[in-house]
């Protein structure tokens, strides 16, 4: 019989990969079979409404404004994605989603919705609330440890770049 | 009030010609006591299309928590109102 943190550890894991496996396996199934997962969450971080800038978008899927740039263009391309240049500040570059793009992050968004809603109704309400205040308390304390090592690679990277800088200095 | 009837009128003719033109049908066919899940023939596409040519006609924002809310016609006609009055 596995110990406590043994079942968390694996269910934890489980959950995570079997929501994106199914999450995928829905995506090929359905209406979207062009988009990859990966693809899905560039528009889900984008958004059904306002335009969004390279910048805010790359640091909310935690990547480089060069690694969106490379996803966007395959977006565009594919009708999910609009592109335009700041109409007052041409250097930056503003992101929204087509009529296809909202339709393909809105079906997603159900996706979950719905999943979640299959989950829950297995419950009386104090148990639902139970469930969702201990999901929370995971939630926040895996998202502190995310911020631990953001905060880590933070200073490492500033302590980088001190060095180059000192290293230019010197030379 | 004369006014508000009018606006009522004329959102009402949009969300009845969207409507049809995602369904494929007359907007004769639809009148505004019918319901979304049992008389309308939405697949979840088609809903969302729906939606959003909804959203993008009045810029307004019709998130799944406020749809959950909409059962017929009528209910999203006052729906729209209610965020076009906000806007």
Known sequence: MLNEEEHMSEALTRIFENVVLTEEKSLQAGYFKDLSIA??????????????????????????????????????????????????????????????????CRMNSKFHRVLAKHILAGYDEKDRKHLLDLVDEVDRYVEQQLKRYDSSENVRATARQVATDTNKEKK | MADSDNLRTKVKEDVIRIMAETLEISPEEITSDLAFNTDLPFDSLQLYEFVIDVEETYNIRLPDELLDQVKTVDDMIDVVMKLMKKA
């Open chain 1, 39 to 104: 693809e899905m969450h560039t528009l889900t971080a984008i958004g059904p409404y306002e335009a969004r800038t390279m910048t805010n978008t790359a640091e909310d899927l935690g990547i480089t404004t060069g690694t969106l740039t490379v996803a966007i263009d395959r977006l565009v391309k594919k009708g999910y994605v609009h592109r335009e240049r700041d109409k007052r500040d041409k250097r930056i570059v503003r992101i929204s989603l087509t009529h296809n793009g909202k339709l393909a």
